[in-house]
Every structure is written in structure tokens, then in C-alpha cells.
């Protein structure tokens, strides 16, 4: 298991879905930053589910104790641990289908990785769950990244056909993106978003889940951070979202798009603006040679549906040897990028202020 990421700012998440408790250590956070505990709070509540019908009815409650590395809500310097409680499990879901793989699931492939011992119930260390201990340490990374002038937001750009409007990336203002970072549905189009709540539940009655892209800014990074060729901004943020379960695909910039286009079109051309150097587009997403470039940086993340479905699907029983069919209970987003977006905010923070201490 390798649970462990950073070089200079390290995180190590630990527990399981159906544990009795999940959590983070941060180590190397600088010492004497001011943590607003009830701005950590907003963060964590928008990972927790909206309503039954759009998502689980799981209902964690997803209030961090912190054991140490803040006092009088500053940072200490120190390791910073802090444990979140499952309140709300229900093993019993998954009692009998110990040795029925789940279509979509990472039930086989972790069987054999850990010699039958892992955690199958609720996918263990490998679920959804374990990004609220990943969203709680990028809100606190998120504040200090504030003092020093960088934002981070993002929104729920596509489910199935319907689209978002896209984030300007060249004039993006810093109110978008904190209105964004505060909404628990956040799109940039509010009609937009009504067209998607009426998508997932179409495909929820039909027993079905559905993907989504969820795309993310930062401004406020000057040029010059990134280190090449194994440590570049791009492979950094995207080490750690591809952490994130469900995550499928990241492209920056004009991304998969470019491969289509010129050079003369893909091409962002410099210019002086205020003082300073900057382009005239942006096609390469804020990054060039893995390097940030100034501009805001932009990227998408895709996440496949949501692999528990309630149609009844073909898989094999390990037990046994024999095929058999399975339908899968318990409780389960019929879009899991709904409540993504803090996840991959997350993500961005703590790799941006990794590069930055």
C-alpha cells in the first residue's frame, strides 16, 4: 500500500470505508499560519452528500478531530493529524457478497494484490470515502495559498452531453472561483445546473450512474514554479488526482483538443502586459516545459460512472469458481462528480503549496 504523498509537503491518508475511523497526517506545514477551522468545515460539507435523490444517503456527519499540529487555530509546525468517524456504515450490505466481484470495482485486482486480507466492504482503503480526509488537508493548504495571492476553484463542466460554460482562461476573477469553492453544486451557469440534476435522476430511475468532467483553476502562481523533467507541474497535480477514485483521465490546457490543431493555432503568443510578460491565449494551460507559465492554470478531470449500479450484472464468485449474477444494495451516487469538485480542488492545493515551501 503506498499511501504517502509529497516531497516536501507530506500527506499520508489511512482507514477504510466501513472502518471505524478515516484520517491525514500533514507533515511540513510551515509553522504560525492562521487556520480558519470553519472555512475547513464548508470544504467538508460539500464532499458530503447534497440529497438522497442526487447522491448516497449516506450521511457522515465528517467533523475532523484534530489530534495535533494546530493550537489556537494555528499552525504549529508540527505533523498535523486529524481523524474523521464513520458514524454511518452499514457492513451488513456487503456480509454476503464477500467473494462476488462488483463490475467496475477494484475487487479482483486488490483480492490479488493483498493475498485476499484487503477490506472488501465498501471498497475499504480504496473508496470514495478516503477523499474526505484528502479534501480536509487541501482546505488547509487552500488558506495559506490564499495569503499569497492564489485561488483555486472549480465547477462541474459536463455530465453526459450537458456542458458548462467553460472558465475564460485568460481574464478569470478571483470572485468566480471563491463563489465556486463555496457552492456544493457548483457550476458557472445556473440553468445548466438544473438540466444536470434532471440527467442524474433520469439515470438514477433507470438504475444506472453516470460520468462527469470536472474542470479546475488556479491564478495567483507566478512563473517559474515546476521542476522538470519527473516533478513538473502538470505530472504533480495530476500524481495526486489521479489518487482521487473514479478519476479516469486529465488533460491541461487545449489538452486532448490540441492534437487536432496547428501549430499556428495551438501557439500562445507573447505579449507585455503590466509590466509583464504574458499570452495572448492560453491554450498551454498556464504550464510550458512543466514549468508555470503565470497564467491560470486550467485543467479537466474525468470520472467514469459510478461502478455500483442497481441493474443486475454478470461477475463470478470467488468462493465457488462459478459465474453467477449479482445485484448490488446499499447506498451510492449516481454521479460521483457532483461531489468531486472539492476533491480536485484539493488536489490542486496541496500540490501547488508543495511546490512553493
Known amino acids: 500500500m503506498s499511501?504517502?504523498?509529497?516531497?516536501?509537503?507530506?500527506?499520508?491518508?489511512?482507514?477504510?470505508?466501513?472502518?471505524?475511523?478515516?484520517?491525514?497526517?500533514?507533515?511540513?506545514?510551515?509553522?504560525?499560519?492562521?487556520?480558519?477551522?470553519?472555512?475547513?468545515?464548508?470544504?467538508?460539507?460539500?464532499?458530503?452528500?447534497?440529497?438522497?435523490?442526487?447522491?448516497?444517503?449516506?450521511?457522515?456527519?465528517?467533523?475532523?478531530?484534530?489530534?495535533?499540529?494546530?493550537?489556537?487555530?494555528?499552525?504549529?509546525?508540527?505533523?498535523?493529524?486529524?481523524?474523521?468517524?464513520?458514524?454511518d456504515a452499514n457492513s451488513q450490505d456487503y456480509s454476503s457478497k464477500e467473494f462476488m466481484l462488483r463490475p467496475g470495482h477494484a475487487d479482483f485486482t486488490s483480492y490479488i494484490r493483498y493475498k485476499g486480507f484487503n477490506d472488501f466492504r465498501g471498497g475499504g482503503h480504496l473508496s470514495g470515502r478516503l477523499t474526505a480526509p484528502l479534501v480536509f488537508a487541501g482546505a488547509i493548504c487552500k488558506q495559506i495559498l490564499k495569503r499569497k495571492g492564489i485561488e483555486i476553484g472549480s465547477h462541474i463542466s459536463s455530465i453526459e452531453n450537458i456542458s458548462d460554460k467553460l472558465f475564460d482562461p485568460i481574464y478569470l476573477k478571483s470572485?468566480?472561483?471563491?463563489?465556486?469553492?463555496?457552492?456544493?453544486?457548483?457550476?458557472?451557469?445556473s440553468k445548466v445546473r438544473k438540466k444536470m440534476e434532471e440527467k442524474i435522476l433520469e439515470i438514477k430511475t433507470q438504475g444506472d450512474s453516470i460520468g462527469g468532467i470536472v474542470e479546475c483553476a488556479i491564478i495567483g502562481v507566478?512563473?517559474?514554479?515546476?521542476?522538470?523533467?519527473?516533478?513538473?507541474?502538470?505530472?504533480?497535480?495530476?500524481?495526486?488526482?489521479?489518487?482521487?477514485?473514479?478519476?479516469?483521465?486529465?488533460?491541461?490546457?487545449?489538452?486532448?483538443?490540441?492534437?487536432?490543431?496547428?501549430?499556428?493555432?495551438?501557439?500562445?503568443?507573447?505579449?507585455?502586459?503590466?509590466?509583464?510578460?504574458?499570452?495572448?491565449?492560453?491554450?498551454?494551460?498556464?504550464?510550458?516545459?512543466?514549468?508555470?507559465?503565470?497564467?491560470?492554470?486550467?485543467?479537466?478531470?474525468?470520472?467514469?460512472?459510478t461502478p455500483s449500479i442497481a441493474k443486475t450484472q454478470k461477475t463470478v464468485n470467488l468462493k465457488s469458481g462459478l459465474p453467477c449474477k449479482l445485484n448490488i444494495k446499499g447506498r451510492h451516487d449516481p454521479c460521483i462528480a457532483v461531489r468531486a469538485a472539492p476533491a480536485v480542488e484539493a488536489a490542486a492545493s496541496i500540490s501547488i503549496l508543495d511546490f512553493l515551501i
Not at 46 to 52: A, G, H, S
Not at 239 to 246: A, C, D, H, K
Open 222 to 305: 507566478p512563473a517559474g514554479i515546476g521542476n522538470p523533467i519527473f516533478s513538473s507541474v502538470e505530472s504533480k497535480i495530476s500524481s495526486l488526482v489521479f489518487g482521487i477514485p473514479g478519476i479516469k483521465g486529465i488533460e491541461f490546457g487545449s489538452g486532448f483538443r490540441s492534437s487536432k490543431m496547428k501549430g499556428s493555432e495551438n501557439n500562445d503568443e507573447f505579449i507585455f502586459k503590466n509590466g509583464k510578460v504574458q499570452t495572448l491565449t492560453n491554450n498551454h494551460g498556464g504550464i510550458l516545459g512543466g514549468i508555470s507559465s503565470g497564467m491560470p492554470i486550467i485543467f479537466k478531470a474525468a470520472f467514469k460512472p
Open 175 to 189: 470572485s468566480l472561483l471563491k463563489t465556486l469553492s463555496s457552492s456544493r453544486f457548483p457550476v458557472i451557469s
Open 3 to 87: 499511501s504517502i504523498w509529497g516531497n516536501k509537503i507530506k500527506i499520508s491518508v489511512f482507514g477504510e470505508s466501513h472502518g471505524t475511523a478515516i484520517g491525514v497526517v500533514i507533515d511540513s506545514l510551515p509553522p504560525g499560519e492562521k487556520i480558519n477551522l470553519s472555512e475547513v468545515k464548508l470544504q467538508m460539507n460539500r464532499r458530503r452528500p447534497i440529497d438522497e435523490n442526487l447522491s448516497t444517503s449516506r450521511a457522515e456527519e465528517d467533523n475532523p478531530e484534530i489530534i495535533s499540529g494546530i493550537l489556537n487555530e494555528t499552525t504549529t509546525g508540527t505533523p498535523l493529524c486529524a481523524i474523521i468517524q464513520n458514524k
